[in-house]
């Protein structure tokens, strides 16, 4: 009988998104070897399984945006559950990739897939954005001037694509094919990335506007909950995103 072996794979620079750290995308496959380590021609390699990233920081490490409660229930409770759903999706409906990326990009997607597999890839960006420190450089400070006028413009856009999104969905800083810098947003958990986008680009930095992300703290104050949040960014790391 044949063996399974798993490996882990690293979401690298191969995939389109250089900068995106691997412990955000992680996952890991397996595939049926033959004895003497060939694959099968008549088996195809297995469906890659995500897991939940870990977090840089405690629950409470941004108490003064987001209450400790929001954080937890945000990431252990919804996030995990699109994890579990995704890899379910994945395995019911045979959809393979060499990572989240590769998948989303897929033009013909489940939607337990795409609406999970987004759901995984967007709050994976988001957290790791979320870390404290991390000043804008020089250069991107140069580039939000060059784009949108001035950074305050860039901010207040940022969070009006925010406020404007009709029920829950996501604001995006992205480049376009020519690297410039442009602000979208999406529905429910859908992405740039994705061919039902709008507008697709690289997405190098997402907000959460679904209510589960700021009602605790909030309740129905959107705009207070964006206006804050553009505070804690790591614009350090937004950058480090940049084709």
């Known amino acids: 009988m044949d063996k399974r072996k798993f490996l882990k794979t690293t979401v690298i620079a191969s995939t389109g998104l250089a900068a995106i750290p691997s412990m955000l995308l992680s996952s890991c496959t397996s595939s049926h070897k033959n004895k003497d380590n060939s694959t099968p021609t ?46 379910k999706a994945l395995q019911e409906n045979a959809v393979s990739g060499n990572n989240i990326v590769d998948i989303l990009k897929n033009k013909e997607l489940p939607t337990a897939v795409r609406n999970n597999g987004g759901g995984h890839f967007n709050h994976s960006l988001y957290w790791d954005i979320l870390t404290p420190g991390g000043n804008m450089s020089d250069n991107f400070k140069n580039l939000l001037h060059q784009n949108f006028g001035s950074i305050e413009a860039f901010k207040n856009e940022l969070a009006d694509a925010g406020k404007k999104r009709f029920g829950s969905g996501w604001a995006w800083l992205c480049q376009d094919t020519d690297k410039k810098l442009f602000i979208t947003s999406t529905p429910n958990q859908d992405n740039p990335l994705m061919s039902t ?8 930095l997402g907000i959460d506007v679904w209510e589960h992300a700021y009602y605790l703290k909030y309740q129905n104050k959107r705009g207070d909950y964006l206006n804050n949040i553009i505070n804690i960014i790591n614009w350090q790391k937004v950058e480090a995103r940049m084709l």
């Open 42 to 87: 008549d088996e195809k390699i297995a469906i890659t399984t995500f897991t939940l990233p870990k977090l840089n920081y405690n629950y409470d490490a941004f108490i003064d945006t987001i209450d400790a409660m929001t954080m937890e229930i945000h990431y252990s409770k919804h996030h995990q559950g699109y994890v579990n759903k995704l890899n």
């Open 197 to 204: 986008a709008d507008k697709q680009g690289h997405p190098i």
